[in-house]
């Protein structure tokens, strides 16, 4: 069973940075397709980045092009979120999800494992 592990959230200022890890265990991490989601209280899941297992060509929301970089350490089996100009329309629970397919996708139902999530909060 694959286990996936968020870290890093916390509450920041607009304008500042984080950045967020995501640590995987229990399959083998460099064949995975992996994203990052974002939800905040009453809305839908939202796609915000994803990485192949090629590690190729990521795919970002519209709304973080520029901001966010998504990176992977498949020796440490870890994904990371490097989120900078932070602002408080990111606030929200950030989560991480893997495709066993080595794919990644706008939809979260077409991912295989989903961690916990770590929350992330901008004040104005």
């Known amino acids: 069973q694959v286990q996936l592990v968020e870290s890093g959230g916390g509450l920041v200022q607009a304008g500042g940075s984080l950045r967020l890890s995501c640590a995987a265990s229990?399959?083998?991490?460099?064949?995975?397709?992996m994203s990052w989601f974002r939800q905040d209280a009453g809305k839908e899941r939202e796609f915000v980045v994803g990485?192949?297992?090629?590690?190729?060509?990521?795919a970002y929301a519209d709304s973080v092009k520029g901001r966010f970089t998504i990176s992977r350490d498949n020796a440490k089996n870890t994904v990371y979120l490097h989120m900078n100009s932070l602002q408080p329309e990111d606030t929200a629970r950030y989560y991480c999800a893997a495709n066993v397919g080595g794919y990644t996708h706008r939809i979260p139902s077409l991912y295989d494992y989903w961690g916990q999530g770590t929350q992330v909060t901008v004040s104005s």
């Open positions: 229990g399959g083998t991490f460099s064949n995975y397709g």
């Open positions: 990485i192949r297992s090629s590690g190729n060509n990521p």
